[in-house]
């Protein structure tokens, strides 16, 4: 049968893609966790959440937060950074602190709202922070745990204006209408409130 049009060759083709992609091929590749200009935390690291799990506000500074909303993660350090970057899980927080060291990963924006609390008021009005661990495995919640989240509480309370007290500072559990029970029973509020005042 006789071709009635004439198709490139695969030479061709591969030419002119190489052709296309040649200004392209000088440019770094972006690193993955790259560092944003400047993180609201300077003391964290970088690792987003997916745009999917997480509202960007509009303008940036028109979301003044009120609450700092504790969370427990039940989940590894490594496993929630995992769901925050899945699309369909439909969940973030700000910023993450690991139980061995107290590593702080920032996943969202301080001006972005993070799908963390469940209620969407609350969502709108506070900065979430997840630490790794279980509520019944009182061993993840490490003197560098404490520490390090409590410096970063009290970054987020000047920044905002935010009081350093439980009214201001508040579990999960406290969010009207949650069945979350994080940070849960063995979470030292005493202990967390007065490093958060002394930092």
């Not at 992609?21 to 966790?33: C, D, I, M, S, T």
């Not at 790794?132 to 404490?146: H, I, K, N, Q, S």
């Not at 410096?151 to 069945?179: K, M, N, S």
Request: hydrophobic content about 35%; charged content about 20%; aromatic content about 10%.
């Amino acid at each position: 049968m006789e071709r009635t049009r004439s198709f490139p060759s695969r030479r061709r083709l591969l030419k002119s893609a190489a052709l296309a992609a040649g200004p392209y091929a000088l440019l770094p590749a972006p690193r993955v966790g790259a560092q944003p200009r400047s993180l609201d935390y300077p003391l964290a690291t970088w690792e987003p959440a997916t745009t999917a799990n997480y509202t960007a506000s509009s303008p940036p500074e028109s979301r003044v937060p009120d609450l700092v909303v504790i969370h427990v993660t039940q989940a590894s350090y490594a496993n929630t950074l995992a769901v925050f970057q899945h699309p369909r899980k439909k969940v973030s927080a700000h910023y993450v602190v690991r139980s061995g060291d107290g590593h702080v990963a920032q996943c969202v924006r301080e001006n972005d709202v993070a799908w963390h609390a469940g209620d969407w008021n609350h969502n709108l009005r506070s900065i979430g922070i997840e630490h790794e661990g279980w509520v019944d495995r009182p061993g993840y919640f490490t003197d560098a745990l404490y520490e390090k989240s409590a410096q970063l509480t009290a970054t987020i309370c000047t920044r905002y204006g935010i009081p350093r007290d439980r009214t201001h500072i508040i579990g999960h559990y406290e969010v009207p209408g949650t069945d979350h029970t994080d940070p849960g029973p063995n979470w030292d509020w005493t202990r967390y409130i007065r490093l958060v005042n002394a930092a």
